[in-house]
């Protein structure tokens, strides 16, 4: 389906795993049993889980970003929390990203909070790929280049590109989840020109909506790499903790 209908989040996640149903829909439970009546199903991982209470779950995990941690302590409009902090009693598991380092003081902060375990990982700049095409590329790119993004933390994109060593002459940041338009591309294209750029990088989210193609510039996305620097074995047998006796022990 077209990522206008099941959002690119969704539709980036159908690329990514082959054979692995991603079901989108209002009804969570519903959904559920939309991909159940297709196949047999051992577990479900829901986007933005924890902020769905009618639906219970088996393992509550919770994401905190190490370099805003939790702002102004208020939740969305008023600041960037999805829950209020007291919420976190309920978490089964913590996992700290897009962190450099294993913060002790930041895990003695969350344990007035909560009781779950509290892991700790980062994201990696891994490879280009050509976008609407897929294809990895062996060698770099002829630059310079010219970024653009429409996501909710582009400050990211640009230390990401940073740690993968390629130097934009800029990064052009759009709404999250921003839907490009022909106008776009061609304010894209004509910025690309003025700044002498030969190559257009972005997301592999924002790859998903871009409708310019390889015409003209060509254009790669900078794919992404999870790395954990404590408690990836943890989180594996957190998850394998909930699944039935027989399917754990096929495990």
């Not at 829901?46 to 805003?68: N, P, Q, T, W």
Request: hydrophobic share 40%; with cysteine; charged share 30%.
């Amino acid at each position: 389906m077209d990522w206008r209908e099941t959002g690119d989040e969704p539709s980036l996640m159908h690329r990514a795993l082959p054979g692995v149903p991603v079901a989108v829909s209002r009804d969570r439970h519903r959904g559920g049993l939309e991909v159940l009546g297709r196949g047999d199903v051992d577990l479900f991982i829901l986007d933005d889980g924890f902020s769905h209470h009618a639906l219970k779950k088996d393992l509550e995990i919770v994401l905190v970003d190490d370099r805003r941690r939790f702002g102004t302590g208020r939740v969305f409009p008023g600041g960037i929390l999805r829950e209020p902090l007291k919420r976190l009693k309920d978490a089964g598991v913590v996992v700290v990203t897009k962190a450099n380092s294993v913060d002790g003081s930041f895990r003695g902060k969350i344990a007035e909070f909560s009781n779950a375990p509290v892991f700790w990982a980062d994201f990696r700049p891994g490879s280009l790929v050509r976008v609407n095409g897929g294809e990895k590329l062996e060698s770099p790119p002829e630059g310079p280049f010219l970024g653009f993004c429409g996501i909710a933390d582009p400050e990211g994109f640009r230390l990401s590109l940073e740690r993968a060593g390629i130097d934009v002459l800029e990064v052009l940041a759009f709404p999250d989840h921003h839907p490009y338009t022909a106008a776009d591309v061609a304010l894209i294209r004509d910025q690309a020109a003025r700044r002498g750029a030969k190559t257009l990088i972005t997301t592999e989210k924002d790859g998903v909506r871009w409708p310019g193609g390889n015409d003209g510039l060509p254009c790669f996305a900078l794919t992404i790499e999870i790395l954990f620097l404590e408690g990836e074995e943890e989180l594996k047998q957190a998850f394998l903790r909930v699944l039935p006796d027989a399917q754990r022990e096929a495990r």
